[in-house]
C-alpha cells in the first residue's frame, strides 16, 4: 500500500476517535510544552545576560578583595586581607600588556533627594576617569567627569537614566544639585541606559570622582565593614593581548606587592566577565536539570498512553487486521500502519505542544518582564522528540498487529 494511502488510512482513524487522540496525546502535549517553554525562556535569558555581561567592559578583569561566587565567605579570613591601593592601581597601569585602569570605590545610598522628591537604593560609584573606558559607560548630555575634578575633589556627579526620570521628569538635570547624605552634588551630565543586570538597574546608578568620593565616604574603621567597600580596580587589558595572561601578571605584581611567598594563598580576587557566566551557568544548570526530569515523566506517561491505546485498536480491528492481510496485505504493510499512526499520534501532539510552549514563554516573559527566544532547532527539538517516543512506544503494538494470524483475526468476535 503507498504510504500516502497509508496517512489517509491513520488520519480517518484519528478523526473516528477524536477525544481518544487527544486525550492519548495529552501527555505529549504537556512534556513538549515544558520542554519549549522552559527552554525558550532560558535562550532569551542567556542572550541578554550575555548582552549585560558584555555592557560591564569588554575584557574587564577585576582585581578585588572578594571573589564572585566564592560559596561559604570567611569573614575572619576577609577581614585580615590588605586594603587594594592607589599604587596598587599606578603599578598595574604599567604593566605593557595592560591598556587601562580604574580604581573605584562604591556605596549603596538608602536615597537621593532633589526638592523633596527621592529616590531610593542608588549605587554611588566613585572612580577615576578611565571607568568610562573600562566600564563602557556613556554620556548622553553634559560631559564625564575629568582628571581635574578628581585631583580638586569636587562634589560632580554624573546621574543614570533612573535617576532622571524619577528627579527630572520635566527639566534638564545638567547644573542640577542633589543631595547624597547630607552632601551636594552638582551633575554635569547624564549617563547613557545599560538597562538591567541579573534583576537590578543599572541606570540606578551616580559617579563621582574618586576622591571626592573617598572625602565624602571614609571607610569603615571595622575590618568587616572594609570587606565590601575597600577599592577595587578594574583594569582593561590591551587590543590582541590575551585575558589570561594579563591575569597572571596581575596575579603576580599583587602578589610580589604584598609580599606573598610562594606557599602563601593570594590574600586579594581577580574577577573576569566569565566569572560571571560560570555562576550564571551554575544557576541554570539546575533548571536544566529539572526540566529534563519533567519532561521526561511527562513523555514517559504519555509514550505508555499511546502504547496502551494502540494495543486496544490492535484489539478493536482485529478482523479489520485479518480481512486485509486475507486480501493480500503483508505483514510490513500492517506494521507500518500502525506504526505511522503512533508516530503521527505523538507527532501532532509535539507540535501543538511547540506552540504551547512557545506562546507560554511568550507570556511569562511578559508578565516578568523576560525575554525568550525560540530558535527553530526547538521546533525541530520539540517534534522530533515526540517523533521518537511515538516510534518508540508504537513498536511493540505494531508489530503484534503484524504477526496475527489471518484466519484467527477473521474468526475474531
Given at each position: 500500500?503507498?504510504?500516502?494511502?497509508?496517512?489517509?488510512?491513520?488520519?480517518?482513524?484519528?478523526?473516528t476517535?477524536?477525544?481518544?487522540s487527544?486525550?492519548?496525546?495529552?501527555?505529549?502535549?504537556?512534556g513538549?510544552?515544558?520542554?519549549?517553554?522552559?527552554?525558550?525562556?532560558?535562550?532569551?535569558?542567556?542572550?541578554e545576560?550575555?548582552?549585560?555581561?558584555?555592557?560591564?567592559?569588554?575584557?574587564?578583569?577585576?582585581?578585588?578583595?572578594?571573589?564572585?561566587?566564592?560559596?561559604?565567605?570567611?569573614?575572619?579570613?576577609?577581614?585580615?586581607?590588605?586594603d587594594?591601593?592607589?599604587?596598587?592601581?599606578?603599578?598595574?597601569?604599567?604593566?605593557?600588556?595592560?591598556d587601562?585602569?580604574?580604581p573605584?570605590?562604591?556605596?549603596?545610598i538608602?536615597?537621593?533627594?532633589?526638592?523633596?522628591?527621592?529616590?531610593?537604593?542608588?549605587?554611588v560609584?566613585?572612580a577615576?576617569?578611565?571607568?568610562?573606558?573600562?566600564?563602557?559607560?556613556?554620556?548622553?548630555?553634559?560631559?564625564?567627569?575629568?582628571?581635574?575634578?578628581?585631583?580638586?575633589?569636587?562634589?560632580?556627579?554624573l546621574?543614570?537614566?533612573?535617576?532622571?526620570?524619577?528627579?527630572f521628569?520635566?527639566e534638564?538635570?545638567?547644573?542640577?544639585?542633589?543631595?547624597?547624605?547630607?552632601?551636594?552634588f552638582?551633575?554635569?551630565?547624564?549617563?547613557e541606559?545599560?538597562?538591567?543586570?541579573?534583576?537590578?538597574?543599572?541606570?540606578?546608578?551616580?559617579?563621582?570622582?574618586?576622591?571626592?568620593?573617598s572625602?565624602?565616604?571614609?571607610?569603615?574603621?571595622?575590618?568587616?565593614?572594609?570587606?565590601?567597600?575597600?577599592?577595587?580596580?578594574?583594569?582593561?587589558?590591551?587590543?590582541?593581548?590575551?585575558?589570561?595572561?594579563v591575569?597572571?601578571?596581575?596575579?603576580?605584581?599583587?602578589?610580589?606587592?604584598?609580599?606573598?611567598?610562594?606557599?602563601?594563598?593570594?590574600?586579594?580576587?581577580?574577577?573576569?566577565?566569565?566569572?560571571?557566566?560560570?555562576?550564571?551557568k551554575?544557576?541554570?544548570?539546575?533548571?536544566?536539570?529539572?526540566m529534563?526530569?519533567?519532561?521526561?515523566?511527562?513523555?514517559?506517561?504519555g509514550?505508555?498512553?499511546?502504547?496502551?491505546?494502540m494495543?486496544?485498536?490492535?484489539?478493536?480491528?482485529?478482523?479489520?487486521i485479518?480481512?486485509?492481510k486475507?486480501?493480500?496485505?503483508?505483514?510490513r504493510?500492517?506494521?507500518?500502519?500502525?506504526?505511522?499512526?503512533?508516530?503521527?499520534?505523538?507527532?501532532?501532539?509535539?507540535?501543538?505542544?511547540?506552540?504551547?510552549?512557545?506562546?507560554?514563554?511568550?507570556?511569562?516573559?511578559?508578565?516578568?518582564?523576560?525575554?525568550?527566544?525560540?530558535?527553530?532547532?526547538?521546533?525541530?527539538?520539540?517534534?522530533?522528540?515526540?517523533?521518537?517516543?511515538?516510534?518508540?512506544?508504537?513498536?511493540?503494538?505494531?508489530?503484534?498487529?503484524?504477526?496475527?494470524?489471518?484466519?484467527?483475526?477473521?474468526?475474531?468476535?
Amino acid at each position: 500500500m503507498p504510504f500516502w494511502d497509508l496517512l489517509k488510512l491513520s488520519l480517518q482513524t484519528f478523526r473516528t476517535h477524536k477525544m481518544r487522540s487527544f486525550l492519548t496525546a495529552l501527555g505529549i502535549i504537556v512534556g513538549v510544552m515544558t520542554v519549549i517553554s522552559i527552554v525558550s525562556l532560558i535562550q532569551g535569558m542567556n542572550q541578554e545576560v550575555e548582552r549585560q555581561i558584555s555592557s560591564l567592559g569588554s575584557n574587564s578583569i577585576f582585581v578585588q578583595k572578594v571573589a564572585w561566587g566564592m560559596g561559604h565567605v570567611d569573614f575572619e579570613e576577609l577581614g585580615h586581607r590588605p586594603d587594594l591601593t592607589l599604587d596598587d592601581a599606578r603599578a598595574l597601569a604599567r604593566l605593557p600588556s595592560v591598556d587601562k585602569v580604574a580604581p573605584q570605590r562604591s556605596r549603596q545610598i538608602s536615597r537621593i533627594i532633589y526638592q523633596g522628591e527621592k529616590v531610593t537604593s542608588v549605587n554611588v560609584l566613585g572612580a577615576t576617569p578611565e571607568v568610562r573606558v573600562t566600564g563602557n559607560y556613556k554620556v548622553e548630555s553634559g560631559r564625564f567627569i575629568n582628571s581635574d575634578d578628581n585631583r580638586r575633589k569636587r562634589p560632580v556627579c554624573l546621574a543614570g537614566g533612573y535617576i532622571v526620570d524619577n528627579l527630572f521628569p520635566e527639566e534638564n538635570p545638567i547644573g542640577k544639585r542633589i543631595d547624597i547624605r547630607g552632601h551636594r552634588f552638582t551633575i554635569v551630565g547624564v549617563l547613557e541606559r545599560k538597562g538591567s543586570f541579573l534583576g537590578q538597574s543599572q541606570d540606578n546608578l551616580i559617579i563621582t570622582p574618586l576622591l571626592t568620593f573617598s572625602k565624602y565616604f571614609p571607610l569603615p574603621r571595622s575590618r568587616r565593614g572594609r570587606i565590601f567597600r575597600s577599592l577595587s580596580i578594574q583594569v582593561t587589558p590591551k587590543k590582541g593581548a590575551r585575558v589570561d595572561a594579563v591575569i597572571d601578571e596581575i596575579r603576580e605584581l599583587i602578589r610580589r606587592r604584598h609580599g606573598l611567598g610562594y606557599d602563601k594563598p593570594d590574600d586579594f580576587a581577580i574577577n573576569t566577565q566569565e566569572t560571571l557566566r560560570d555562576i550564571y551557568k551554575n544557576i541554570t544548570r539546575v533548571a536544566y536539570i529539572v526540566m529534563i526530569a519533567v519532561a521526561a515523566i511527562s513523555l514517559l506517561v504519555g509514550g505508555i498512553g499511546i502504547m496502551n491505546i494502540m494495543l486496544v485498536a490492535v484489539a478493536e480491528r482485529t478482523r479489520e487486521i485479518g480481512l486485509r492481510k486475507a486480501l493480500g496485505a503483508t505483514n510490513r504493510v500492517i506494521l507500518w500502519q500502525f506504526l505511522l499512526e503512533s508516530v503521527l499520534l505523538a507527532a501532532v501532539g509535539g507540535l501543538i505542544g511547540v506552540g504551547l510552549g512557545i506562546g507560554i514563554a511568550k507570556i511569562a516573559g511578559a508578565l516578568g518582564h523576560l525575554k525568550s527566544a525560540a530558535p527553530f532547532w526547538i521546533i525541530l527539538l520539540g517534534v522530533g522528540f515526540s517523533g521518537g517516543v511515538g516510534i518508540f512506544f508504537g513498536i511493540y503494538p505494531a508489530s503484534r498487529a503484524a504477526k496475527l494470524n489471518p484466519i484467527e483475526a477473521l474468526r475474531y468476535e
